[in-house]
C-alpha cells in the first residue's frame, strides 16, 4: 500500500494535480476537504471536536486503507490547526502496517498564489479565498510548512502545468514501486 501525500500551501494546485494523477493511476483520491467540509458542517472550525475528529477521521482512513493493501492519494495543507507531527503520525501508522507514505510537496510563489487565492474553483470545497486572510496565515503557514518531511519530489507549479506535474508524480510512484 502507498499513501501518496501531496502538500502544499493554499491555492498551490493540490487539488488539480492530484484529480489527474487519480485518473492516470486509478488510485483514489482523498482530498482533505472531504472530511474538513463533514465535520465543519457540524463543529466551528478549530473547535476541539472539531480538531479531534478531523485527526481521527483521516488516520482512521489511511489505516484501514493500509490495512485493506489499497494505494490512495491524500491532499494537504500544512496549517496551524494541524499538529506539526501529524505527517509523520500517519507515516508511522502507515508503514506498522506494512504500507508506505510518499511525500509530494508544491510550491507556488506568493504573487501566483494570490492570483489563484479567490478562484470560482476554489468555492467547490469551501476553500479559503480571500486574499487578507491568506497574507495573515502565511507566517504560520510557512512555519507548519517548515514542519513537514523531506519530499521524495517537488514541483513549482508556477513552471509546471497540471499535468506535467502529474506525470512527474506518476513517474515517481513507477521508480518507488
Same mark, same amino acid.
Given at each position: 500500500?502507498? !499513501?501518496?501525500?501531496?502538500?502544499?500551501?493554499?491555492?498551490?494546485?493540490?487539488?488539480?494535480?492530484?484529480?489527474?494523477?487519480?485518473?492516470?493511476?486509478? !488510485?483514489?483520491?482523498?482530498?482533505?476537504?472531504?472530511?474538513?467540509?463533514?465535520?465543519?458542517?457540524?463543529?466551528?472550525?478549530?473547535?476541539?471536536?472539531?480538531?479531534?475528529?478531523? +485527526?481521527?477521521?483521516? %488516520?482512521? &482512513?489511511?489505516?484501514?486503507?493500509? +490495512?485493506?493493501?489499497?494505494?490512495? %492519494?491524500? &491532499?494537504?495543507?500544512?496549517?496551524?490547526?494541524?499538529?506539526?507531527?501529524?505527517?509523520?503520525?500517519?507515516?508511522?501508522?502507515?508503514?506498522?502496517?506494512?504500507?508506505?507514505?510518499?511525500?509530494?510537496?508544491?510550491?507556488?510563489?506568493?504573487? +501566483?498564489?494570490?492570483?489563484?487565492?479567490?478562484?470560482?474553483?476554489?468555492? +467547490?470545497?469551501?476553500?479559503?479565498?480571500?486574499?487578507? !486572510?491568506?497574507?495573515?496565515?502565511?507566517? *504560520?503557514?510557512?512555519?507548519?510548512?517548515? *514542519?513537514?518531511?523531506?519530499?521524495?519530489?517537488? %514541483?513549482? &507549479?508556477?513552471?509546471?502545468?497540471?499535468?506535467?506535474?502529474?506525470?512527474? %508524480?506518476?513517474? !515517481?510512484?513507477?521508480?518507488?514501486?
Amino acid at each position: 500500500m502507498r !499513501l501518496v501525500f501531496i502538500y502544499c500551501p493554499p491555492a498551490s494546485g493540490k487539488l488539480t494535480v492530484a484529480r489527474i494523477v487519480s485518473e492516470r493511476t486509478g !488510485l483514489p483520491l482523498f482530498h482533505n476537504h472531504l472530511i474538513v467540509d463533514a465535520v465543519g458542517a457540524v463543529f466551528p472550525f478549530g473547535s476541539a471536536e472539531f480538531l479531534r475528529l478531523r +485527526e481521527q477521521f483521516w %488516520i482512521d &482512513t489511511f489505516q484501514a486503507a493500509a +490495512e485493506g493493501n489499497r494505494s490512495i %492519494i491524500f &491532499t494537504f495543507a500544512p496549517e496551524a490547526s494541524v499538529a506539526n507531527d501529524f505527517p509523520m503520525r500517519v507515516s508511522n501508522a502507515v508503514s506498522r502496517l506494512g504500507g508506505e507514505v510518499v511525500f509530494v510537496a508544491l510550491s507556488v510563489d506568493d504573487a +501566483e498564489q494570490e492570483r489563484r487565492i479567490d478562484s470560482h474553483s476554489r468555492a +467547490e470545497f469551501g476553500k479559503l479565498r480571500s486574499v487578507e !486572510l491568506l497574507r495573515q496565515l502565511r507566517p *504560520s503557514m510557512r512555519e507548519c510548512d517548515a *514542519s513537514m518531511p523531506a519530499p521524495s519530489l517537488t %514541483i513549482d &507549479t508556477v513552471c509546471t502545468s497540471p499535468s506535467d506535474a502529474a506525470d512527474k %508524480i506518476v513517474s !515517481l510512484l513507477q521508480v518507488v514501486q
